[in-house]
């Protein structure tokens, strides 16, 4: 169910917070609670009753099994501002929301989006390919505009207007492009012809693909979460720094992901597959404390998938660490929650490491592979 406030007050600064300050009060004497793992949430539980209120400024999507408790908290809201119910939620933030309930599945797609995006940028007739970036290209410095001819062409395409749009797509429901959009956000400041061409090719990628839906159905998986992470030791030509990242799947798709570079280089795959496991242990600790606060308990370890056998050794011994002493202290924090046993490392095979197609760019077959095991179906 979704609510949108007819008349809210942000914008400024001032007002946003006047506005934030208002909604909060209101819903804490209607007895919601705000979660600390994340203030856009807000859940209300009593009485085997269970309410989940997701916030986006001036847009509210009510999430219950009781019908008529969601009912009540509109006819409460109503009395403390206009709002237009816009009915069981279909689109959000555009993106659309479809529901299977014989198969118990949910389906999040923005396939309209992309087919503005092509539109936009004059692709909507291009041609599809089957990866979102070419196997084995790197993109470099070196490819940058240097004469006066080549900044002149690149002032007149819209480089940076087509990467935002990609970096809204590639943060929200597909996190396939992640990596290629990640490595095109590198080059905003000065792009050359490569790098354009870079992006049609992922546009032509999204052409092909613009139907699949990152999907959420029941799992014969016994853990609450599933976590990889992986690293592409050096990848980057210009700086040497290594590539991370790591992804988080709540039943059978994608909840969180990221790929990016990391803060400073590593000195080998061990270090920098050990740099991108602290960064997924991370973002696995938050997600063990959401939801704890959602009211299900988080008894067991999370396991984190890791194709280096080594990096596992070094999160595990402390007698290993004295080939990375060197690295900060934050990154044996990793170290001490293996030790508590709140994350436990194992080892799959790279055949098996989905988080490897937000570190590279891959050929088709990993690709397609890939990017089933994110939850990204037809």
């Known amino acids: 169910m979704s609510v949108c406030?007819?008349?809210?007050?942000?914008?400024l600064k001032q007002a946003g917070r006047q506005w934030n300050k208002k909604i909060h009060n209101v819903l804490e004497s209607m007895g919601f609670k705000r979660l600390e793992s994340d203030?856009?949430?807000?859940?209300?539980?009593?009485?085997?009753?269970?309410?989940?209120?997701?916030?986006?400024?001036?847009?509210?999507?009510?999430?219950?099994?009781?019908?008529?408790s969601i009912d009540n908290v509109?006819?409460?809201?109503?009395?403390?501002?206009?709002?237009r119910d816009l009915g069981s939620t279909s689109y959000l933030l555009g993106m659309e929301i479809t529901r299977n309930r014989s198969q118990h599945s949910i389906s999040l797609s923005q396939r309209?989006?992309?087919?503005?995006?092509?539109?936009?940028?004059?692709m909507g007739d291009c041609k599809p390919v089957v990866t979102p970036m070419e196997p084995g290209l790197q993109l470099s410095k070196d490819m940058e505009a240097t004469t006066e001819e080549e900044i002149a062409e690149?002032?007149?395409?819209?480089?940076?207007?087509?990467?935002?749009?990609?970096?809204?797509?590639a943060t929200n429901t597909r996190p396939d492009i992640s990596y290629a959009v990640g490595v095109l956000a590198r080059f905003n400041s000065n792009p050359g012809m490569a790098h354009w061409k870079a992006i049609k090719h992922l546009f032509c990628y999204l052409q092909g693909t613009k139907d699949k839906k990152l999907v959420y159905r029941p799992d014969n998986s016994k853990e609450l979460f599933t976590s990889y992470a992986d690293a592409d030791?050096?990848?980057?030509?210009?700086?040497?720094?290594?590539t991370g990242g790591y992804l988080i799947k709540y039943a059978s798709g994608a909840v969180s992901w990221s790929s990016k570079l990391q803060p400073l280089v590593a000195l080998?795959?061990?270090?920098?597959?050990?740099?991108?496991?602290?960064?997924?242990?991370?973002?696995m600790i938050w997600m063990r404390q959401l939801l704890t606060e959602f009211g299900i308990q988080v008894k067991d370890a999370s396991i984190l998938r890791m194709d280096n056998q080594s990096a596992?050794?070094?999160?595990?011994?402390?007698?290993?660490?004295?080939?990375?002493?060197?690295?900060?202290?934050r990154y044996y924090w990793l170290r001490d929650q293996v030790t508590l046993g709140v994350i436990i490392p194992l080892f799959v095979p790279s055949e098996e490491m989905p988080a490897d197609l937000l570190t590279k760019s891959l050929c088709r077959v990993k690709v397609e592979k890939f990017r089933k095991m994110m939850g990204i179906e037809p």
Do not use: C
Not at 268 to 283: L, M, R
């Open 112 to 122: 309209q989006y992309i087919i503005d995006i092509l539109d936009r940028f004059g």
């Open 312 to 329: 596992i050794s070094v999160s595990k011994n402390p007698e290993h660490h004295g080939r990375m002493k060197h690295l900060d202290l």
């Open 233 to 242: 030791h050096g990848g980057d030509k210009n700086s040497g720094k290594s």
């Open 268 to 283: 080998s795959t061990t270090e920098a597959e050990y740099i991108a496991a602290v960064e997924a242990g991370k973002e």
């Open 154 to 169: 690149m002032r007149s395409i819209p480089y940076l207007n087509a990467v935002g749009a990609l970096m809204y797509l």
């Open 5 to 11: 406030f007819t008349s809210p007050i942000y914008g």
């Open 74 to 83: 509109i006819k409460q809201l109503s009395s403390h501002f206009k709002l």
């Open 39 to 68: 203030h856009s949430l807000y859940i209300y539980s009593k009485d085997g009753v269970r309410i989940i209120m997701p916030i986006w400024v001036d847009d509210i999507t009510l999430t219950s099994d009781s019908q008529s």
